[in-house]
């Protein structure tokens, strides 16, 4: 039987092992997918080997920085425990590094998929190096903000003063937050890898159409990033709601539920709206008189694509509001 | 790290009412008005055909949205809404930019600014599908593709306000509470400036430019 002040310096260094050990997969993830196009890329053209390796080295840097912001988390954690660890700091220690491991894992991998992309594209028009790179850019760095949305809560939970909070079930809340957040982040971290692939290549294929091609694949990324927030949402009013003082089991693990529910919510609409974006993002590159259209239609079809997250979403609101 | 948690209040009581003001979101966003009225009254005050600076910059952003807003709605409408989503992007770019300099902080930062901003959108993007479409067909959409949707439609609009206020608040917060803690780590040497140059400059004009394009967006469907 372990004391309590062991249990909750223990929470410090298993929250922190979370968050580097689940960050590091999305990164690696990404920046394999990235090198491996590199190869591919670089058979069909060994002689611009100089311009891709280098490319490929930026796309990956830009993949690895949501695995060093989980490294910064995970620091923190490490480092920052305080005097006095309570069972409530304990638990949203762990929530804190499940918000930034989890997210991570959806942004490190889908900003590695423009790098590859970028690559790919490079070879074939070298020529347009510069459009190819700057979307490259910016599809990689709007794609680490789920992990923002993940590392924001986790920061939250590690530095708010949670002394007036009831430990039950506060505990539960701020492992639901760290929940919520993390696990919505997954699926638009890929999803909004799969539209930034798409523009990058489209913008290969016809440089003409880039502005259109780079601004429709912003506002679907960022679209594409609702389920996240939805999480993010329920994260938040988990850790200000101010619950009542409640020993139950049942009253705890609603809380817990409700992170949950928009967690794994989140994660098969965040992956339905990237493909959506991606579809329209593609053809806009072909085709640019289409664009009007095509945007209506893509916010159209992400609408009904999000639906599936705004059930859960209402569940989790449900659980924390009404029950 | 008491930055993160502290928010300057004023409680004034009105009428049984408690109004809370946050006198910092206040203070920076009149200060963004006043960059806004400065550059406003720089770039205008002798246009002439050799252009100044100001007119310049002036001259390159209202150009640029004006393309963006023909395009999204058509040139009659344009003409009407194309001040406030100027005025929106510009209000935007500034507050996102703000926290860059010493002592200044992003009146974004507070999710009331976001969220007021959304609202506004929103009101604005759903009286004019009234006004152009007419009170019937605009209630029928919501009774699509079947009349049991209607709930979830509704929901589904409003779950826009959400998202892209939540989308830049956390964006805004997030870069500052990244400054803020990597900052500390490292005792302020060498990373700061290069981390606010991220997530200010660049994702503080992406997010500007994002927040504009889904208000437009959403006034076009709308309208359509």
Redesign the interface.
Known sequence: MIDTATFASASYYVGGGLAIGFGAIGAALGEGYTAGLASEALSQKPESAGEVVKNMLVGQAIAESAAIFALVVAIVLLFSQPEVVTPLTAWSAIGAGLAMGLSAIGSGLGSGMPGGAACRGLVRQPGNRGRIQTTMLIGSAVAQTPAIFGMVTAFLLIFLDFSSIPAYPGWAAMLGAGLGTGLAAIGSGVGNGFTAEEAVDGITRNPEAAKDTTRLMLIGMSVGQSTTIYGFLVSLLLIFFGFAEDTSLSAAMKLLGAGLSSGFGGIGPGIGLGLVAAGAVKWVARNQETTGVLTRTMLVGMAVTESTSIYALIVSLLLIVVF | ?DE??HLPQITIELLGLNLVFNTETITMTWIVMGIMIVFGFLATRNISLVPNPFQVVGELIVGAFWG?TK??LDEEMARKYFPLICTLFLFLLIGNWLGTFPHLGEPTKDLNTPLGLGILGFVIAHYSGIRAKGFKAYAKEYFEPIFLMAP?NV??EI?KV??IS??LY??I???A??VL??SH?VYSLILPPFLLA?FNL??GT?QA??FT??TL?YI??QV?
């Open positions: 790290m993160l948690t963006l395009d999204a979830l929901i589904g779950a959400v998202s939540f989308r956390g964006n917060m997030g870069g509470i990244i803690v990597v780590l991220f660049f994702i992406i430019f994002v394009m889904l967006v076009s469907v359509k």
